[in-house]
Nanobody, 124 residues
Framework: QVQLVESGGGLVQPGGSLRLSCAAS????????LGWFRQAPGKEREFVAA????????YYADSVKGRFTISRDHAKNTVYLQMNSLKPEDTAVYYC?????????????????WGQGTQVTVSS
């Protein structure tokens, strides 16, 4: 089992920044990726970014490339999502998730453990 707890969401103006954190506990993550997904009202959950826990390989959705950065801290067992140049269309509940294995880590189906989500609202 893996437990995931997100924090750092909130209200920010367009063009602003936020940093989300996801603290992981439980079983080893050595053969996992940690990912961020988001879900806006009336829409399906979509991939945002992922990072393999051991190798640090990163993946991004086209919509966030160049604006968002995912990173991890082994000592703190935490993954971060730095979000810059935020747009209203980034508004959603953001979820942290841990995958089973490190293939196809951009797909929801690969993830077996999920956090409770944190709201990000981009509005003036």
């Amino acid at each position: 089992q893996v437990q995931l707890v997100e924090s750092g969401g909130g209200l920010v103006q367009p063009g602003g920044s936020l940093r989300l954190s996801c603290a992981a506990s439980g079983r080893t993550l050595s053969n996992s990726a940690l990912g961020w997904f988001r879900q806006a009202p009336g829409k399906e959950r979509e991939f945002v970014a992922a990072i393999t826990w051991s190798g640090g390989t990163t993946y991004y959705a086209d919509s966030v490339k160049g604006r968002f950065t995912i990173s991890r801290d082994h000592a703190k067992n935490t993954v971060y999502l730095q979000m810059n140049s935020l747009k209203p269309e980034d508004t959603a509940v953001y979820y942290c998730a841990a995958s089973r294995g490190i293939v196809a880590v951009t797909t929801v189906a690969r993830y077996g453990y999920w956090g409770q989500g944190t709201q990000v609202t981009v509005s003036s």
